[in-house]
């Protein structure tokens, strides 16, 4: 795999304190808006009409667009600095999200959310690689990253509970709220240093998912170099990514239509329903890098995936008319579960990269994680057309949750290699 020379300058120059706000901040946003759109849907659906198609358009238009480019802008970090590509996917963002506050119809705020998921897919990557060029001691860049995921912990915390309150004033609140985020982490970015800069080149586009992975063979300067997934740790860690985030985002989608459709539980009852999984989350993210130094990133990620699984296993065993206070407790797991996840597997992934291709790394990870969960919002909706909504909802756990248990079974090997390599 070859490289090219990336200048160096002192982790002094580097500002760590604003590079890490500024990543939070981004990561925050996204976050935030992926959370608090799914408890407006009824509301939205009451406007603007359309059936559940419609409804899961407005989620995925946004994650698949955030999913799709998130190499593309991996690599664009690291062409013309992280700095700079992230001010133009915050701002990208902003704008999108004024534009969805003021959609007039559905295939307009479906636009909205496209530009809005190609502004978060500059965004997500671009923040990592900004911590990857701050923090060069790997220990104090592992707890970064778990400060990283605190930022998008708490917009999942806060997320459908802010999203209850708006929607029961207007829903169109829920995207003007990302206006004051966005100015914030602009003038934020402001006191960060410039990135190094790195002289890579654009690996040509292609029009297939074939062409695209033969030019990355062949070519000289891939957009992500192939030998990254020889690795089976790096492999491993990025299928885990993407089913974990599937089945949270699959999760949230179903409980958002079965707390209001099938329990008749308003918007904001809602988003108290989502605070004891996500407020859990942002409490025990600190604890995350704590865990992982101590007994290692592998045993922290097959942790939670066992969690995730009993989580949705324990969802899936309940009658369709459980007490609704019930259910919250039992989507706690699923949620501890991608905490105890998420960090490690991007901390595991930038380890196996050079400080020069962190955008590359971060696209990667990021590309696997959304993905997942679009794919978990679109086979989680085909699978409730035709049939009973709880029949429906039942397979979609059942399934994620034995899915999670092979790669357990996948994982645990992965524990001698990485001590193997420290």
């Known amino acids: 795999m070859s490289v090219t020379t990336v200048k160096s300058f002192p982790e002094a120059v580097a500002r760590p304190r604003a590079s890490l706000a500024v990543a939070m901040l981004g990561f925050f946003v996204v976050a935030l808006d992926a959370q608090i759109v799914n408890v407006a849907l009824p509301e939205i659906r009451n406007d603007f009409g359309g059936g559940l198609s419609g409804l899961q358009w407005i989620v995925t238009g946004y994650t698949l667009m955030f999913s799709a480019l998130q190499l593309f802008a991996g690599t664009f970090s690291d062409r013309v600095g992280a700095r700079r590509a992230y001010g133009i996917g915050m701002i990208l963002f902003t704008v999108a999200s004024m534009a969805c506050g003021f959609s007039p119809s559905l295939p307009a705020l479906i636009a909205g959310r496209v530009l809005q998921g190609i502004g978060a897919a500059m965004i997500t990557p671009t ?93 000289s300067h891939p957009m992500i170099p192939l030998d990254l997934f020889r690795s089976r740790a790096v492999s491993t860690a990025l299928i885990v990514a993407g089913v974990t985030m599937a089945a949270f985002y699959g999760v949230v989608f179903l409980q958002s239509l079965y707390f209001q459709q099938e329990r008749g539980a308003s918007a904001l009852e809602t988003g108290l329903l989502f605070l004891p999984m996500t407020g859990l989350v942002a409490l025990l993210n600190p604890l995350v890098a704590r865990f992982a130094e101590r007994f290692g990133r592998i045993v922290a990620i097959v942790s939670g995936q066992l969690l995730m699984a009993a989580g949705l296993a324990s969802l899936c065993l309940l009658p369709g008319n459980a007490p609704t206070l019930l259910v919250a407790f039992l989507m706690v797991p699923v949620g501890v579960g991608g905490s105890f996840t998420v960090p490690p597997i991007i901390a595991l992934i930038l380890d196996h990269l050079p400080a020069e291709l962190a955008g590359t790394a971060s696209g990667a990870v990021n590309t696997a994680r959304q993905l997942g969960g679009s ?15 709880m029949a429906g909802l039942r397979i979609n756990l059942s399934i994620t949750a034995l899915l999670l248990l092979v790669l357990v079974a996948v994982s645990l090997p992965l524990r001698h290699a990485q001590q193997s390599r420290h």
Not at 174 to 184: D, H, R, S, T, W
């Open 127 to 219: 923040s990592l690689a900004l911590i990857r060029e701050a923090f060069h001691d790997p220990a104090r860049r592992g707890r970064a990253i778990v400060y990283w995921g605190l930022g998008g912990s708490v917009a999942a915390a806060a997320g459908p509970v802010l999203g209850g309150i708006l929607t029961q004033l207007d829903w169109r609140l829920i995207f003007f709220v990302n206006l004051p985020v966005g100015v914030a982490a602009l003038l934020v970015l402001s006191r960060v240093a410039p990135s190094p800069h790195i002289l890579l080149t654009f690996a040509i586009c292609v029009a297939s998912a074939a062409v695209f992975v033969a030019a990355q063979a062949r070519g």
């Open 375 to 389: 794919l978990g919002v679109a086979i989680f909706g085909a699978a409730l057309a035709g049939q009973d909504f």
